[in-house]
């Protein structure tokens, strides 16, 4: 069963939420990033890609680029910009991008549930950039970005949700992308009880986004839990707090929401050559896999139809039902298709996670940046996909698969320090 528990949270001053609150470390790059801050020196990209404040071309996993990550952060704590909460809560987090809504539970997910696991994952993590993300947990002893979780829907929950967030929000504000954020406290006792209870009743939950993040924060639980305590704790002392330490590591920041509240956008694949091709011949091959038709928006309108963009031409290409015919819920995805007949056997690229010829494009870039990216030269063709299902999502994980890279992107994205949890 899933286990959930109240914190007490670092959060923003309301007033200054718009200023500090951003986008996740890895949705940018560091000159991205750079520039987005230039002109903030609250932006909390100072403490999640510290390397903006450091020389151009420092390596972003030095060690001083997470000391100066801790500068920042205790900077902005000491300022007042970031104060946390004097007792312990639920919260409620509501995103509005367009006309999509969704309210998640911020809480404290369990670290032995993700060992054990009750929270399921559908993808593999890179060792390197969990690494990443330990170094920045241990030096600033803080989880600063959620882990973004799902769960089956449950009407009670739903329920309550609906009714708290009726009353006045403690932030509300729209950022520059038009994506409104706005949070509540829950801190009655009722409150937390009836979340904890209704929580203890799901089985399992699902990392939609964040799997790094999830491992990180176990592997700093078990490098902390695991350390040698001796001698009797007393009141004050080193060992006394590094207990209490080891029992704030057993949690990880999540933000939970309902399975039928996500928002799925495609990740689209750009390619750097045609393998040897010309466009005429690409085309040909590709003909024995799909029913290509000219022409196109790109953007595909239902499962197994996909965009490509060459030569300043889309065209829509729909897989013909041999090779989408599996009751495999892995094997039917469109990623996975993809993979196994044309970006393998055609342009020759066998492991896209370590390839570099292709490269991977969050839908919330539109086809336009595809489009962009092709014509500039720096890429040779692209391939716009149709999203792939939450409830692909769950099935697969439920069977404990694991899907393709980059199968999945989520809109809108949690904002880094909404929420921050101490260990």
Not at 216 to 245: C, F, M, N
Not at 262 to 288: E, F, T
Not at 303 to 324: C, D, I, N, S, V
Request: aromatic share 8%; with cysteine; charged share 25%.
């Amino acid at each position: 069963m899933a286990t959930v528990k109240p914190f007490a949270a670092l959060r923003p001053k309301p007033e200054l939420a718009e200023r500090i609150c951003d986008l996740p470390y890895d949705v940018m790059s560091s000159d991205e990033a750079r520039q987005i801050a230039a002109s903030n020196p609250l932006s909390f990209l100072h403490v999640s890609k510290p390397e903006i404040d450091l020389p151009p071309g420092t390596d972003p996993y030095a060690l001083e680029v997470y000391a100066k990550g801790k500068e920042n952060f205790d900077r902005l704590i000491a300022q007042g910009a970031l104060r946390q909460d004097e007792q312990t809560c639920f919260y409620l987090y509501r995103q509005i991008m367009g006309q999509h809504s969704q309210v998640g539970l911020v809480a404290a997910a369990s670290c032995k549930k993700y060992l054990r696991k009750v929270l399921k994952k559908h993808e593999l993590t890179r060792p390197d950039k969990e690494d990443d993300r330990v170094r920045h947990i241990e030096a600033l002893n803080s989880q600063t970005g959620p882990v973004f979780l799902t769960y089956r829907a449950v009407a009670a929950l739903d329920g309550f949700v609906a009714k708290r967030i009726t009353g006045k929000p403690e932030v509300d504000f729209t950022a520059k992308d038009g994506v409104r954020h706005t949070a509540w406290s829950v801190s009655d006792s009722d409150g937390i009880k009836f979340i904890a209870i209704e929580f203890e009743r799901i089985p399992c939950l699902y990392i939609a986004d964040g799997h790094h993040r999830n491992a990180a924060a176990a592997r700093v639980y078990l490098k902390r839990g695991g350390a040698p305590i001796s001698g009797p704790a007393r009141a004050g002392s080193d060992v006394e707090t590094r207990r209490v330490g080891d029992r704030r590591s057993a949690s990880f920041l999540a933000v939970i929401f309902p399975h039928n509240q996500m928002q799925i956008l495609p990740y689209n694949r750009v390619l750097k050559d045609l393998n040897g091709l010309s466009p005429d011949q690409l085309l040909q091959k590709l003909d024995a896999v799909f029913i290509i038709k000219p022409g196109g928006t790109g953007w595909p309108t239902r499962k197994h139809e996909l965009g490509l963009y060459l030569m300043g031409k889309w065209h829509t290409l729909h897989f013909r039902p041999q090779f989408a015919a599996t009751s495999d819920p892995i094997e039917k995805l469109d990623v996975t298709l993809l993979q196994k007949y044309v970006l393998d056997p055609i342009f020759g690229i066998d492991d896209p996670r370590t390839s570099k010829r292709i490269n991977f494009v969050g839908g919330i870039r539109g086809a336009a940046e595809l489009e962009k990216l092709v014509n500039s030269g720096e890429y040779a063709c692209a391939f716009s996909m149709f999203p792939t299902s939450i409830e692909d999502l769950m099935t697969i994980a439920d069977a404990g698969g694991l899907m393709p890279p980059k199968s999945t992107w989520f809109e809108p994205k949690l904002r880094d320090a909404m929420f921050c949890h101490m260990i």
